[in-house]
């Protein structure tokens, strides 16, 4: 069988451990991705059919469940658990001391100690809520960097909602699709933080990207093929969109690794539109030009129309 392995960043350190260890089955020819990989949504399917794959083991993951999966060849997802030092919940008492219904959330790493989360909270008088993600993800209380249903579903219901894990990817992407107060618990770096402030950064930042691009005459569409991130379709519309205004010109712009430098090289364009991660647009500092969602140029083109009434 001819195999692919694919590690995010993290875990590449055990690439070759895995494969020697494939190996050791004399029908097994094994081959490691050493491309970059951003999540589940990202699987190496070029390298998987260049070299004839029978199938790919995604390491780190869980099983990612995009619209238009439609790969001819098997996909093994391999999770990775972390066990951190929960320690820390105690600390967290002071900060939701005038919350009582606690909405949970975290990364597939810590899906294992979720229970022993809730219970916590639950033996200190708290109501506990996990929520389900919108389908991305596939366990309930797991956010995504694209899927932050878990934290979505229990917005309405809690006083609070928790970011249980390290760093703040996931914490801010969960944070602004949700109202409530928002705290974060990063067992690695020993750190609580109410992450409330960052809702009105980031409306500034949406609203000043949109300004940027009010004088906009020229759109590039991005779309990565990427298999969990691949709307075309999606890119076809927002052109047709964006033409109406025969003042507009729009041109679709896809790849799978989208590379800054070369952006920033298209000088043609006044702006971009973004179809793929969800999170692209948080790179905006790389960009000369800039960089809006979907949603943002809808506005934008409402606020255009207006300015020629």
Request: proline share 3%; hydrophobic share 40%.
């Amino acid at each position: 069988m001819r195999i692919l392995l694919q590690f995010p960043e993290g875990l590449k350190q055990y690439a070759m451990k895995y494969a020697k260890n494939l190996e050791k089955n004399k029908s097994n020819m094994v081959f490691i991705s050493c491309s970059p990989t951003y999540g589940a949504c990202d699987i190496a399917i070029d390298e998987a059919k260049a070299i004839n794959a029978d199938k790919i083991i995604h390491f780190g993951h869980s099983k990612f469940n995009p619209k238009n999966n439609d790969l001819k060849f098997n996909i093994e997802y391999k999770e990775y658990a972390i066990k951190a030092n929960l320690g820390i919940l105690k600390d967290s008492l002071q900060y939701l001391k005038n919350y009582k219904k606690i909405g949970i959330v975290t990364t597939l790493q810590h899906i294992n100690q979720l229970k022993d989360i809730k219970k916590f909270y639950e033996k200190n008088n708290k109501i506990i809520y996990i929520g389900k993600p919108f389908g991305f993800a596939k366990y309930n209380g797991q956010i995504l960097g694209c899927d932050n249903g878990s934290a979505v579903n229990v917005d309405k219901n809690s006083d609070a909602i928790i970011y249980f894990g390290g760093g703040m990817f996931h914490a801010i992407g969960a944070l602004l699709e949700t109202k409530k107060p928002f705290v974060s618990i990063d067992p690695f770096l020993n750190k609580i933080e109410i992450l409330d402030k960052y809702r009105e950064i980031h409306k500034k930042q949406s609203k000043g990207k949109i300004l940027q691009s009010l004088n906009a005459k020229t759109f590039g569409i991005l779309v990565s093929t990427k298999n969990g991130q691949f709307r075309l379709k999606l890119a076809k519309i927002i052109k047709k969109q964006i033409e109406k205004n025969k003042m507009l010109k729009a041109q679709i712009l896809i790849t799978n690794n989208f590379d800054f430098d070369s952006l920033n090289n298209m000088l043609e364009f006044d702006a971009f539109v973004n179809t793929a991660c969800p999170r692209l647009g948080e790179d905006q500092e790389r960009l000369r030009k800039p960089i809006i969602n979907v949603n943002e140029l809808f506005e934008l083109i409402h606020m255009k129309a207006q300015m020629k009434k």
